[in-house]
């Protein structure tokens, strides 16, 4: 959540970007990257964290069915990222590259900071009721062990 909230924090300079800013770009887009980063590293956690609670439900190990999921989700969300390039650029009425008014720059402000700060809360929301923390999953993790104890007691 922290990392989500460091990503909407970090984009919101986009909004106000212009010509002539690169060095302002640049530092505005190291610290998106802070945010990021952290985004990116936490996909891993969690889906091993679900994998080993189903695991525990289960008792067989199913990551290739989740990383399967994940990968159609990612995949979603490039087709969801087109589907909201084209009404943007329809109602900004950008249809001949070169022209870009206030209205197309205003639309690619939105596209930059809006689009993903919606999409980022939404994650944080989805991240807020995650199950798998704390007492809950320290109880998962000790009963996965128990069960590769007892894997290993077989062999």
């Known amino acids: 959540m922290i990392s989500m909230t460091t990503w909407i924090v970090t984009l919101f300079p986009l909004m106000f970007l212009g ?18 980063s952290g985004s990116l590293y936490i996909i891993d956690l969690i889906i091993s964290d679900i994998v080993d609670e189903d695991e525990v439900n289960t008792g067989i190990r199913r990551e290739a069915g989740y990383y ?33 008014t206030t209205e197309v720059q205003l639309g690619l402000r ?26 809950r999953l320290k109880q998962v993790k000790e009963k996965l062990k128990e069960i590769h104890e007892q894997k290993k007691s077989k062999i």
């Open 68 to 100: 399967g999921v994940n990968a159609f989700f990612l995949r979603l969300a490039i087709i969801i990222v087109f589907l909201s390039i084209g009404p943007m650029f329809i109602i900004a009425d950008w249809e001949v590259f070169g022209s870009i």
């Open 110 to 135: 939105i596209l930059m900071f809006g689009y993903p700060a919606v999409a980022l809360i939404i994650g944080i929301l989805s991240i807020y009721k995650y199950p798998l923390h704390g007492e």
């Open 19 to 36: 010509p002539n800013m690169e060095l302002i770009a640049m530092i505005v887009f190291f610290f998106i990257g802070l945010g990021l």
